[in-house]
């Protein structure tokens, strides 16, 4: 059975670190690459940060280059991303999402983060 369980989210004053933590199961990890998303209320969902499957290549959406770090641990089946300098406009709901293509798509239930003092 596929899972993917997001932890990490809460609340942080303006500033403040996060990390959150994405656990894949159910799937070969390895093969595939990760994202993570986000979705404000009234707003849609938008890709924050990517990683390959080998882990080589990364990526991130403007608003968060130089303040968050995608990663992952293949032996733990595990992807992460670092949140650093948060501000209140990083409120959102934070997803984790595996991809192999366009067949193979996974979602996490998403965790809160919330960005205030």
């Known amino acids: 059975q596929v899972q993917l369980v997001e932890s990490g989210g809460g609340l942080v004053q303006p500033g403040g670190s996060l990390r959150l933590s994405c656990a894949a199961s159910?799937?070969?990890?390895?093969?595939?690459?990760a994202r993570w998303y986000r979705q404000a209320p009234g707003k849609e969902r938008e890709l924050v940060a990517g990683i390959s499957s080998a882990g080589g290549v990364t990526t991130y959406a403007d608003s968060v280059k130089g303040r968050f770090t995608i990663s992952r641990d293949t032996a733990k089946n595990r992807v992460y991303l670092q949140m650093n300098s948060l501000k209140p406009e990083d409120t959102a709901v934070y997803y984790c999402?595996?991809?192999?293509?366009?067949?193979?798509?996974?979602w996490g239930q998403g965790t809160q983060v919330t960005v205030s003092s």
């Open positions: 159910g799937f070969t990890f390895r093969f595939y690459a």
């Open positions: 999402n595996l991809r192999n293509g366009p067949l193979y798509v996974y």
